[in-house]
């Protein structure tokens, strides 16, 4: 014979009903918003590329997604805040403009700035727009 105690039934459907465990054990447990970007160039010379960048997990077309999501994570997917890489580029004005766009660990992201040449968007932004 099975008895059920009327307080322990009780705990346990409340238990059941409750937000923190049907969700798995509260707020701590939600995985981070996942992050998704389009990141794109495009020359006055006529060439121009574009990728797809997922973070958490890392993946989409980039050719280094790892490196890619860990460089946005420093710079919390601001590309205006990295340092450039310390060489130099030619004083060639062939101008390049490089866009960010998309969502950021569940808020909405968006960056634009044109640089001299393509030199110089790969000093300013490393393996960001290295595709």
Request: charged share 15%; proline share 9%.
């Amino acid at each position: 014979m099975v008895r059920i105690c009327p307080g322990l039934a009780a705990v346990a459907v409340l238990a059941a009903g409750s937000p923190a465990v049907a969700a798995g054990g509260g707020p701590a447990s939600r995985p981070a918003p996942r992050s998704e970007l389009v990141l794109t160039y495009m020359a006055e010379a006529g060439y121009a590329a574009a990728v797809k960048l997922t973070c958490d997990p890392d993946g989409g077309g980039h050719p280094r997604p790892a490196e890619a999501c860990a460089t946005l994570s420093r710079v919390d997917a601001d590309p205006a805040r990295l340092q450039p890489a310390d060489r130099y580029c030619i004083l060639l004005y062939q101008p390049v403009t490089a866009r960010l766009d998309g969502t950021w660990r569940g808020r909405p992201v968006a960056w634009t700035h044109t640089y001299g040449n393509g030199c110089e968007m790969s000093r300013a932004t490393g393996v960001l727009f290295a595709f």
